[in-house]
């Protein structure tokens, strides 16, 4: 078995997803950081990508979870993610998945909230 380091950095997504009012009705911007280690042998040697892990797949498979549903926590989401994309892409080894919620209403100024979730097979 030969792996591959797969990372999607910042996707960007709207969700209404968080434990106020104001960010089910209204949402707002999250970004995901979507790491994953995948079983690629095959693809090192035939260079197609129908053998490897496909990130476009990927992209929408964590958009698609991301969005099936309303979560209080970003924990939650970050988690959610993971076990979705192990389930539906068997090469995938480990998924690593970070949720950034940049804009948290919170009473301090900050860059960034995060929270990651790592799962493995």
Do not use: C, W
């Not at 988690?79 to 090469?91: G, N, R």
């Not at 948290?104 to 909230?113: G, Q, R, S, T």
């Amino acid at each position: 078995m030969a792996t591959a380091e797969f990372r999607i950095a910042r996707l960007a997504l709207h969700g209404r997803h968080g434990a106020l009012d104001a960010e089910r009705s209204l949402g707002q911007r999250f970004f995901l950081d979507i790491e994953l280690t995948a079983d690629v042998g095959n693809a090192l040697v035939t260079d197609k990508v129908e053998d490897t892990l496909h990130y476009g797949h990927v992209i929408k498979a964590a958009t698609a979870t991301f969005n099936a549903r309303h979560y209080n926590l970003i924990e939650a989401v970050a988690a959610a993610v993971a076990d979705d994309l192990i389930a539906q892409f068997p090469a995938i080894q480990r998924a690593r998945i970070t949720v950034h919620k940049p804009s948290a209403p919170i009473a301090a100024i900050i860059d960034d909230l995060s929270a990651t979730v790592e799962r493995r097979r």
